[in-house]
């Protein structure tokens, strides 16, 4: 890939449209669509949307595949998928312009992709034949501005020729009608997969570690599977607005489709600045604003969940720590109540300046995957994971999301995401399992969670 890109922008007015109706509009192949709940703040403000990508990185174990979209070249290579992307990704190419995102990497890094850094274990069965990570690399790029209601067109080319033609293409999309497609209803009905004598069983079996002095804590997971032959797009339609988060994401990548409503950033780094945003604690919501702020009260007093969610700051600031400037790390905010339709959670912000000569993918390398999905100390956890579950974690409890070609990143955790492939739709949820967990409480747990994707997608294709 180029290291030099040229670069234009043409910015029109943006309030005829919105992110849904232009992603419709888009022709071609693999298209994604980032959006924000927080429209209005910080790098919420801004929508990312694109079609078309020019290059596709897949990787799994240490197998990495590069295939160049313009003429279908495939390369392949060794190694490591996060020093591949800091060597093909990062360019010289860095435009002044107020949005982080303007081309580059979008996809994500399963959660397996640890075990190319350590060691936790054989490799459990894989149930959903995907890769372990997976880009898509863009040079066009729609940017919605939400706060000045603008449209930013956005296209990058090694030939400075191309540039205006391909604007051109752009403003000629946004002009067209949108394209309304009618699908057929498709009956979703979610199963987990495992018995709850089981999981329950698998949550004994971790407090035994806990005792032990090997863990303080560890987070268990379920996958829940359903039939699906139906239209991906209309079930994230339905989840951005029923269930807005601080990340929603929808990536079409022909194979398969992932969706999702993710309320907890994985990393983000915006310049030198590197920032991690912990969430442990939870409780439902109350049928009653009466009922819903008994349930932050007894969250808040909660001295099991206090301490889980402390412990796993704790962990973000040591995994920060490994990459920061000595003395730079923050808690830039603690134990705030963040709601979302279904449940409550406890959050914090962590935050460093990163070290001389570090980028942010080596942070991300550092800190993938959160403490808040495998537990502390993490490495152990993730063997005694590795042991528990009884199958590859694949995309959940990675991280989903873009990185810039300038190192700009922004990656959620993948929790709260819908994969639907070869007409099944999987969705899988985790409980934070410490010393005095209850497991029935903890099986309730991972049924919370998954409600947010469950409910909406039964409700809205079953009725």
Known sequence: MSKKLNCRVE??????????????????????????SNKHEGDGRYSYLGSNPAFEIRSLANDITL??????????????????????????????????????????????????????????????KMPEAHFMVYREVIVFDHALQKIHLVVLDESESELQKRIGKLKKLLSEETRVIEHEKSVLE??????????????????????????????????????????????????????????????????????????????????????????????????????DHLFEKTLRSDEKEIAEHMMLVDLGRND?????????????????????????????????????????????????????????PKIEAMKIINKLENSKRGLYSGAIGYISYNGSLDMALAIRTMIINDKTAYVQAGAGIVYDSIPEKEYEETINKAKALMEEAEHDFVN
Do not use: W
């Open 11 to 36: 910015t029109l007015e943006g309030d005829t449209h919105t992110p849904v109706s232009v992603f419709q509009k888009l022709t071609g192949k693999k298209k994604f669509l980032l959006e924000s």
């Open 67 to 128: 295939i160049d979209l313009r003429n279908n070249e495939t390369k392949n290579h060794r190694g490591r998928i996060l020093d591949f992307l800091k060597t093909e990704i990062l360019t010289e190419t860095s435009p002044e312009l107020p949005f982080p995102f303007y081309g580059g990497a979008i996809g994500f890094l399963g959660y397996d992709v640890i075990r190319q850094y350590e060691e936790i274990g054989e490799v459990p069965p894989d149930q959903l």
């Open 190 to 291: 979610f199963s987990p997969s495992m018995p709850r004598e089981r999981f329950e069983a698998l949550v004994k079996e971790a407090k035994e570690s806990i005792i032990a002095g090997k863990i303080f804590q560890i987070v268990l997971s379920q996958r829940f599977t359903s039939k699906f032959d139906g239209s991906p797009f209309e079930i994230y339609r339905k989840l951005r607005v029923k269930n807005p988060s601080p990340y929603m994401f929808f990536l079409d990548f022909e194979d398969y489709a992932v969706l999702g409503s993710s309320p907890e950033s994985m990393m983000k780094v915006r310049g030198r600045k590197v920032t991690l945003n912990p969430i442990a604690g939870t409780r439902p919501r109350g049928k009653s604003d009466e009922e």
């Open 320 to 376: 920060l720590g490994r990459v920061s400037k000595v003395g730079s790390i923050d808690i830039t905010a603690s134990m705030l109540i963040e709601r979302y339709q279904y449940v409550m959670h406890l959050v914090s912000e962590v935050s460093g300046e990163l070290n001389d000569g570090i980028s942010g993918l080596d942070a991300l390398a550092v800190c993938l995957p959160a403490g808040t999905v495998s537990g502390a």
